[in-house]
């Protein structure tokens, strides 16, 4: 599986971004999709995940409520959208694939992953 995320940017506090993370060999449709996120001097952290099957999410705590994750499966895309963005929200986001479909806010079950891309938010 290869991913390739995309649409991260500068934004003001309060603004919103969306991010994409393009899917493909992917074979099968009992997989997850997973965003993560990682801020200089701190851990990596589950921002959001997707069913790409059933479309069930999961999120980290810093993210309910502001994050939606969504998936076109026509379009072998998934969607990170972020809202009412704050400052320690600027981090590189990644997007990850999991096979097991647990979500989990461990990167270790995730197995493919693409590359970064820088949000920052100021304020």
């Known amino acids: 599986v290869q991913l390739q995320a995309s649409g991260g940017g500068s934004v003001q506090s309060g603004g919103s971004l969306r991010l994409s993370c393009a899917v493909s060999?992917?074979?099968?449709?009992?997989?997850?999709i997973g965003w993560f996120r990682r801020a200089p001097g701190k851990w990596r952290e589950l921002v959001g995940c997707?069913?790409?099957?059933?479309?069930?999410?999961v999120y980290g705590d810093s993210a309910k409520g502001r994050f939606t994750v969504s998936r076109d499966n026509a379009k072998s895309t998934v969607t990170l959208q972020m809202n009412n963005l704050k400052p320690e929200d600027t981090a590189v986001y990644y997007c990850?694939?999991?096979?097991?479909?647990?979500?989990?806010?461990?990167?270790?079950?995730?197995?493919?992953w693409g590359q970064g891309t820088q949000v920052t938010v100021s304020s």
């Open positions: 990850a694939g999991d096979p097991l479909v647990m979500c989990s806010d461990s990167g270790n079950y995730y197995n493919s």
């Open positions: 060999g992917l074979t099968r449709d009992d997989y997850a």
């Open positions: 997707i069913s790409v099957k059933t479309g069930t999410t």
